[in-house]
């Protein structure tokens, strides 16, 4: 049965290690040259230096924005490359799991090893612990080459929470993964043609993947807010990497009076006049004393928590589909 499985999957198999020799080969150097030119012009020494004090942090950031600068104009089109790397979870899905059992049905040669004294039970898990052992590694590559070839970009300003970004980082595409291959082989048991297997696939993934995307992501755990003056060095640190969920100003009362906005006054040991006339200019425009800015924040620090938590959503509703498939098959004539 292993064999058989092997033998009816392996052109599969060999289309995915050939996409993931020509992804290697397009990452490698490219990646080579993007790590060597974020450590050797001194950018990566420079982002380092950071810390966790702010007014030095701002400072400091001012000083990398010519290095940052010069390599962001060097790899600025190599970022949208990256965008690609989305949607390789959904190819995977596509074509090694909407197929699987789809085809079989289609074709009915499912029909010829149930006759053959080979259960369903045992059909079924042969089919999915092959296809899942190849998905698996497939995914954790994958996983590691992209985050290893996104790190400089990352450090450089593009973050690890924004959108997109944080779907081709760490450990969360071997989760898409698994749910893209799972989804297909559950499409394939209503669908049971390959084509519309396919197309259900692709809806599905892509409705979950938004769902979670936008709506679940920013609640895994509890966001932290951040207050601080108008004229003031206490702010946010711009090298924590901070997904900012919301943000604006607020009176003394505590009411938000325009969002999308902050607002920084010298501090009064630096302003040197000015930071009474940036405040005066405020107090005008209705921020009085006691106003400040407001942030709702995802910590930086946060990435790998949330990554984990994603995750294993991922890996959850990979689990329930191959058993709700399971069930199904039983009903396949």
């Not at 259960?119 to 079924?124: G, I």
Request: hydrophobic share 50%; proline share 4%; with cysteine.
């Amino acid at each position: 049965m292993i064999w058989l499985t092997w033998k009816q999957h392996r052109r599969q198999a060999l289309f995915a290690g050939i996409g993931l020799a020509v992804l290697a080969a397009i990452m490698i150097p490219t990646g080579l040259r993007m790590h060597d030119a974020f450590d050797n012009s001194g950018l990566g020494a420079c982002l380092s230096k950071l810390g966790t004090d702010v007014l030095a942090a701002n400072k400091a950031v001012d000083s990398c924005n010519a290095l940052s600068t010069q390599f962001q104009n060097e790899f600025k089109d190599l970022s949208f490359v990256g965008i690609l790397f989305v949607i390789l979870p959904l190819l995977v899905g596509l074509f090694l799991g909407a197929p699987l059992i789809s085809r079989e049905v289609e074709h009915g040669t499912h029909r010829f090893v149930w006759t053959q004294g080979v259960s369903r039970l045992r059909w079924a898990l042969v089919k999915f612990g092959l296809v899942g052992a190849i998905t698996v590694l497939l995914a954790v590559v994958y996983a590691l080459g992209v985050s290893w070839w996104y790190e400089p970009l990352a450090a450089n300003g593009n973050g690890r929470f924004g959108y997109l970004w944080f779907d081709v980082q760490g450990i969360a595409p071997i989760g898409y993964t698994l749910f893209a291959v799972s989804l297909g082989i559950f499409a394939g048991t209503f669908a049971r043609r390959v084509l519309p297997a396919m197309a259900v696939t692709l809806a599905g993934f892509a409705v979950v993947r938004i769902a979670v995307e936008t709506l679940g992501r920013a609640h895994y755990m509890p966001a932290k807010t951040l207050n601080y003056g108008l004229a003031s060095s206490q702010g946010p640190n711009p090298a924590s990497s901070d997904w900012i969920l919301s943000q604006g100003l607020r009176d003394g009362a505590g009411k938000l009076v325009r969002e999308n906005a902050q607002v920084g006054c010298p501090p009064p040991n630096e302003g040197k006049g000015g930071a009474s006339s940036c405040l005066d200019q405020m107090a005008h425009q209705g921020l009085g004393p006691g106003s400040h800015n407001w942030q709702l924040y995802q910590p930086g620090d946060r990435f790998w928590a949330f990554q984990s938590i994603e995750t294993g959503v991922f890996l959850a509703l990979a689990a329930l589909l191959v058993f709700l498939t399971v069930r199904r098959i039983r009903h396949i004539a």
